[in-house]
């Protein structure tokens, strides 16, 4: 079994650390694991994307090809958009509904929801919304990790909620409840749509 | 024990384990994260590995190879770019020959993702007559460390480790072994002085080792050859991660030759020929093998590549393109997003460079005929919207140069902008040649305290800038310490009006933390004083 995930958003906004957690729990899992990751110039709000590739077997290229990604997780509804050549037939977007402009050009923004929604399989939601909800306002991509845990199969839900508790064990008790909680409200969207 | 790690703290943590003494380095990206790795290693801190960011990568390649002339293992590492900056160090130790290991890392940025060119660096190692190493995966790149120093102490020539972004920007777990101790001081009892007749002495015994650099590369564990009698009689030369790329396409189905220890075994490239109709190179970056293989296999054997357009003439190899060029149809099941804009990296929210180009652009709409010549950093994100500031950005140092060249040529004003690293790193040289010909510049070291671009490293200059230049001849009248802040606008717009107007060098230094490192060093200090209590 393997599963090829694209993680993607705008630099700044987060996106490594879902990267951690879902390499924590694989690593964990005794999964191989490849993460090619962003660094450099487009960190300073450019597009910013991670291939994750998870696999019981060996996994030989970094890069996921085209039709391949099985899931994309993204923290801005446009990034989305930006993989689409890559997202495989049965593959599945579990975004952030909530654009973040900080370019002119921006599209028009019923336009994009339509075009997002016109595609098979997608999860969105107002990921910020649902964590200052959850009551960690900085918890927005362990909200978004929830929602697309179901799809990330080769690692079950509570794999993941493991994987948050030892990565963030060293921030204390009060920080591992909070994302643990936003993780699980980012589950009950998914369940829900 | 495994442990999951970028390519480059593989590379870094296998230079440790392998008993190095120093790295000697300048932030570039890919590279930068190999010296952070080992500066924050707790192992390399207890040696006290010597590991201080130096002011450039000739400095370093120097150190570099002073280490080594002491008997120690040492490592310098740059991105590609940074090879043209050592250059005349790297190819003379070629000459000198090293004592204790020597290994140059060259992280190449195909695609250029963080840089200027994708030139390669394996054309470097080519040109200097010395080995590379270039691992296709993170295992690869921490195990050929120890390879890498053992070669160049048996050869005695600094040898070349060549990754691209890709690999050095990409995690998997690698199995790590046991530290090796570091070398004693064995200060070599040579003269390593490159006066003509002992260069030419020097060159030949260079030369006599190629042989066996040849050898090494035709034996080595690394390059491998697969066969599979049901593959399709193309041999593929895959370098580097290109086997990754091959290995994702056909798995077990192709008669390849991986090439990751050079000079090209070229035995084995003529045996690949011989069971083959013709050969596929793939590789990442320029076609440095293709064409080797091309004068090998002579004219009339058919060689497909980069060259030949079986893969792109340029940018990073995908698996896409590999698949492509094996036959293989494309994969996408969804065509591009319609709703979908470029969204290019900008300076952040904040950010004191930003002022610094408010101010300029302000002073310089009453100068039509200005140009504001730039240099590496983030503030060349200044030439973009919404600044538009700048009309080049060539190398590091070249504003300064370039700036003082429009204006011998009768170009008013000329305008230079320049980051405080920078300015240490390559424009100090620059800075004095203007002085001494008392050209009329303006030149702005816009000054954050820190390498920012690529994660804010320290910066070699800091705290220096004004005793640097006055050092080098700038008038003390004509040298001008400002905060680019909003609020201070009036006072930076008259002092660049007024410097403009002075018919020789002037030096203004907005001075104002990156915002990025100053929240940074809230949090430590938060962090350190709730510890306290």
């Known amino acids: 079994m393997k599963k090829d995930i694209i993680l993607c958003g705008v630099g700044g906004q987060g996106i490594l650390s879902i990267a951690t957690v879902i390499g924590e729990a694989a690593t964990k899992a005794g999964l191989y694991l490849k993460q090619a990751e962003v660094h450099g110039m487009s960190q300073r709000g450019g597009d910013v994307q991670s291939n994750l590739r998870l696999s019981t077997e060996t996994i030989w290229s970094d890069l996921i090809p085209q039709g391949g990604a099985d899931v994309v997780i993204s923290m801005e509804p446009m990034e989305s958009l930006r993989y689409l050549p890559y997202l495989a037939k049965t593959g599945v977007i579990v975004t952030s509904c909530k654009p973040f402009i900080n370019i002119p050009n921006y599209p028009d923004e019923a336009e994009l929801m339509a075009e997002l929604e016109a595609l098979p399989a997608v999860v969105k939601m107002d990921i910020e919304q649902v964590a200052h909800e959850a009551g960690n306002p900085r918890g927005a991509n362990m909200v978004l990790l929830g929602m697309a845990a179901p799809s990330i199969e080769i690692l079950s839900v509570e794999q993941l909620r493991q994987a948050i508790a030892t990565i963030f064990a060293r921030k204390g008790e009060a920080v591992v409840e909070a994302n643990l909680r936003a993780f699980d409200c980012g589950v009950a969207v998914s369940q829900k749509q | 024990m495994k442990r999951l790690l970028l390519g480059d703290e593989a590379i870094a943590l296998g230079a440790i384990h392998a008993g190095l003494s120093g790295v000697y380095a300048y932030p570039g990206t890919p590279s930068t994260e190999i010296t952070e790795f080992i500066q924050g290693d707790p192992l390399a801190q207890k040696r006290g590995v010597h590991s201080r960011w130096c002011t450039n990568e000739k400095t370093a390649m120097e150190a570099a190879l002073g280490m080594s002339y002491a008997g120690k293992r040492a490592l310098v590492c740059m991105k590609h770019v ?108 040579e003269r390593w002085v490159l006066l ?275 050092g080098l001849g700038v008038e003390p009248e004509h040298l001008h310490v400002v905060v680019p802040l909003p609020k201070n606008m009036a006072e930076i717009t008259r002092i660049i009006r007024e410097e403009i107007e002075y018919k020789g060098v002037s030096v203004i230094i907005p001075r104002r933390e990156c915002i990025q490192t100053a929240a940074r060093h809230a949090r430590e200090a938060r962090k350190a004083k709730e510890e306290k209590k």
């Open chain 2, 196 to 470: 003509p007749g002992i260069a030419r002495k020097r060159y030949d015994a260079l030369i006599a080792k190629q042989p066996e650099m040849e050898q090494a590369a035709e034996d080595s564990i690394y390059n491998k050859v697969e066969q599979c009698a049901e593959a399709p009689r193309l041999g593929i030369v895959a370098c580097g991660i290109a086997y990754n790329y091959v290995k994702e396409v056909v798995g077990e189905k192709a008669n390849l030759l991986k090439v990751s220890q050079y000079p090209l075994p070229a035995a084995a490239v003529q045996a690949l020929a011989a069971s083959n109709d013709a050969i596929l190179v793939v590789e990442d970056g320029q076609p440095v093998v293709e064409e080797q293989v091309k004068g090998l296999l002579g004219a009339g054997y058919p060689v497909k590549g980069r060259l030949t357009g079986d893969l792109p003439r340029t940018g990073e190899l995908t698996p896409d393109a590999v698949a492509k060029a094996l036959g293989q149809p494309a994969g996408s099941a969804f065509a591009p997003a319609k709703h979908l804009a470029a969204r290019p990296p900008q300076l952040c929210q904040g950010c004191g460079h930003r002022d610094v180009y408010t101010a300029l652009n302000q002073v310089l709409a009453d100068y039509p005929t200005h140009r504001v010549f730039g240099d590496i950093g983030c503030y060349t994100l200044g030439a973009l919207p919404p600044y538009q500031s700048l009309s080049s950005c060539v190398d590091m140092g070249a504003s300064i140069t370039m700036a003082k060249g429009a204006a011998d040529a009768g170009l008013f004003p000329a305008v230079a902008v320049i980051g405080d690293s920078t300015f240490t790193h390559s424009g100090m040289t620059g800075l004095l040649d203007a002085v001494n010909d008392h050209s009329p510049i303006t030149v702005i070291i816009s000054d954050n305290l820190t390498t920012g671009m690529t994660g804010g490293q320290d910066s070699a200059g800091t705290n220096k800038f004004e005793a640097i230049c006055l």
């Open chain 2, 82 to 189: 940074g090879m043209n900056v050592c250059a005349d160090a790297f190819v003379n130790a070629a000459i000198t020959g090293v004592h204790g290991g020597l290994i140059v890392l060259a992280a190449d940025d195909p695609s250029m993702h963080s840089s200027q060119n994708e030139q390669d660096s394996r054309f470097y190692a080519k040109f200097a007559l010395v080995p590379t190493f270039e691992p296709s995966n993170q295992q690869e790149a921490y195990d050929m460390v120890a390879s890498a120093f053992e070669l160049s102490e048996r050869l005695r020539e600094p040898v070349v480790l060549r990754v691209v972004t890709r690999l050095a920007h990409s995690r998997a777990a690698v199995e790590v072994g046991e530290p090796l101790a570091e070398k004693p001081l064995n200060v070599s009892t």
